[in-house]
Nanobody, 129 residues
Framework: QVQLVESGGGLVQAGGSLRLSCAASGRTFSSYAMGWFRQAPGKEREFVTVISWTGGGKYYADSVKGRFTISRDNAKNTMYLQMNSLKPEDTAVYYC??????????????????????WGQGTLVTVSS
Protein backbone atom coordinates (compact mmCIF):
# COMPACT_ATOMS: atom_id res chain seq x y z
CA GLN A 1 0.00 0.00 0.00
CA VAL A 2 1.28 3.49 -0.79
CA GLN A 3 1.68 6.33 1.65
CA LEU A 4 0.79 9.85 0.56
CA VAL A 5 2.22 13.26 1.45
CA GLU A 6 0.70 16.48 0.17
CA SER A 7 2.52 19.78 -0.27
CA GLY A 8 2.07 23.14 -1.95
CA GLY A 9 -0.70 24.66 0.08
CA GLY A 10 -0.62 28.25 1.25
CA LEU A 11 -2.23 31.66 1.13
CA VAL A 12 -3.14 33.19 -2.21
CA GLN A 13 -5.30 36.09 -3.35
CA ALA A 14 -8.49 35.49 -5.27
CA GLY A 15 -7.74 35.03 -8.94
CA GLY A 16 -4.33 33.57 -8.21
CA SER A 17 -2.91 30.11 -8.72
CA LEU A 18 -1.38 27.31 -6.67
CA ARG A 19 -0.04 23.88 -7.51
CA LEU A 20 -0.47 21.08 -5.04
CA SER A 21 1.64 17.94 -5.11
CA CYS A 22 1.00 14.51 -3.69
CA ALA A 23 4.07 12.31 -3.37
CA ALA A 24 3.59 8.59 -2.93
CA SER A 25 5.93 6.05 -1.43
CA GLY A 26 6.19 2.51 -2.72
CA ARG A 27 6.64 0.89 -6.08
CA THR A 28 2.97 0.43 -6.98
CA PHE A 29 1.99 4.05 -7.63
CA SER A 30 0.89 3.32 -11.18
CA SER A 31 -1.54 0.70 -9.85
CA TYR A 32 -3.59 3.36 -8.12
CA ALA A 33 -6.08 5.88 -9.35
CA MET A 34 -5.31 9.14 -7.58
CA GLY A 35 -7.44 12.08 -6.64
CA TRP A 36 -8.15 15.10 -4.50
CA PHE A 37 -10.82 15.94 -1.96
CA ARG A 38 -11.24 19.03 0.13
CA GLN A 39 -12.88 20.02 3.39
CA ALA A 40 -13.80 23.60 4.11
CA PRO A 41 -14.27 24.82 7.70
CA GLY A 42 -17.56 23.62 9.06
CA LYS A 43 -18.37 21.58 5.97
CA GLU A 44 -18.16 17.95 4.95
CA ARG A 45 -15.36 16.60 2.82
CA GLU A 46 -16.13 16.81 -0.89
CA PHE A 47 -14.76 15.31 -4.07
CA VAL A 48 -12.63 17.56 -6.28
CA THR A 49 -11.04 15.45 -9.02
CA VAL A 50 -9.60 12.04 -9.88
CA ILE A 51 -7.15 10.69 -12.45
CA SER A 52 -6.88 7.12 -13.65
CA TRP A 53 -3.81 4.90 -13.40
CA THR A 54 -2.10 6.11 -16.59
CA GLY A 55 -3.75 9.52 -16.72
CA GLY A 56 -6.09 8.69 -19.56
CA GLY A 57 -9.20 9.26 -17.50
CA LYS A 58 -10.00 12.39 -15.51
CA TYR A 59 -13.14 13.54 -13.75
CA TYR A 60 -13.82 16.87 -12.10
CA ALA A 61 -16.42 18.28 -9.76
CA ASP A 62 -18.51 20.93 -11.48
CA SER A 63 -17.28 23.53 -8.99
CA VAL A 64 -13.68 23.27 -10.26
CA LYS A 65 -14.16 22.28 -13.88
CA GLY A 66 -12.23 24.61 -16.19
CA ARG A 67 -10.14 26.02 -13.34
CA PHE A 68 -8.34 23.01 -11.85
CA THR A 69 -6.21 20.47 -13.72
CA ILE A 70 -5.11 17.13 -12.34
CA SER A 71 -2.04 15.32 -13.64
CA ARG A 72 0.39 12.63 -12.60
CA ASP A 73 3.95 11.57 -13.27
CA ASN A 74 4.27 7.85 -12.64
CA ALA A 75 8.05 7.99 -13.03
CA LYS A 76 8.17 10.39 -10.07
CA ASN A 77 5.39 8.77 -8.04
CA THR A 78 3.72 12.15 -7.86
CA MET A 79 0.31 13.61 -8.61
CA TYR A 80 -0.40 17.30 -9.10
CA LEU A 81 -3.33 19.67 -8.85
CA GLN A 82 -2.93 22.94 -10.74
CA MET A 83 -5.45 25.40 -9.37
CA ASN A 84 -6.11 28.58 -11.34
CA SER A 85 -8.60 31.42 -10.93
CA LEU A 86 -8.91 30.60 -7.26
CA LYS A 87 -11.94 31.84 -5.34
CA PRO A 88 -12.45 32.37 -1.60
CA GLU A 89 -14.83 29.41 -1.63
CA ASP A 90 -11.89 27.18 -2.64
CA THR A 91 -10.47 27.69 0.84
CA ALA A 92 -10.14 24.25 2.43
CA VAL A 93 -7.81 21.51 3.55
CA TYR A 94 -6.99 19.52 0.43
CA TYR A 95 -6.43 15.79 0.76
CA CYS A 96 -5.00 13.43 -1.79
CA UNK A 97 -6.27 9.89 -1.95
CA UNK A 98 -5.43 6.66 -3.72
CA UNK A 99 -7.46 3.62 -4.64
CA UNK A 100 -6.95 0.69 -6.97
CA UNK A 101 -10.31 1.42 -8.58
CA UNK A 102 -11.34 4.35 -10.74
CA UNK A 103 -14.97 5.28 -11.03
CA UNK A 104 -18.03 6.23 -9.05
CA UNK A 105 -16.47 5.18 -5.74
CA UNK A 106 -14.63 8.49 -6.07
CA UNK A 107 -17.46 10.89 -6.93
CA UNK A 108 -20.62 8.89 -6.29
CA UNK A 109 -22.74 8.43 -3.20
CA UNK A 110 -22.01 11.09 -0.60
CA UNK A 111 -19.00 12.26 -2.59
CA UNK A 112 -16.83 12.00 0.50
CA UNK A 113 -14.70 9.10 -0.70
CA UNK A 114 -15.46 6.87 2.23
CA UNK A 115 -14.51 3.70 0.32
CA UNK A 116 -11.07 4.85 -0.80
CA UNK A 117 -8.01 2.97 0.44
CA UNK A 118 -5.33 5.54 1.24
CA TRP A 119 -5.36 9.17 2.39
CA GLY A 120 -2.77 11.86 2.91
CA GLN A 121 -2.67 14.18 5.89
CA GLY A 122 -3.90 17.24 4.00
CA THR A 123 -2.56 20.65 3.04
CA LEU A 124 -4.32 23.94 3.74
CA VAL A 125 -5.24 26.29 0.92
CA THR A 126 -6.48 29.74 1.89
CA VAL A 127 -7.82 32.12 -0.74
CA SER A 128 -8.25 35.72 0.38
CA SER A 129 -10.76 38.08 -1.18
Amino acid sequence: QVQLVESGGGLVQAGGSLRLSCAASGRTFSSYAMGWFRQAPGKEREFVTVISWTGGGKYYADSVKGRFTISRDNAKNTMYLQMNSLKPEDTAVYYCAADREYGRRWWGGSGQGGLLEVWGQGTLVTVSS
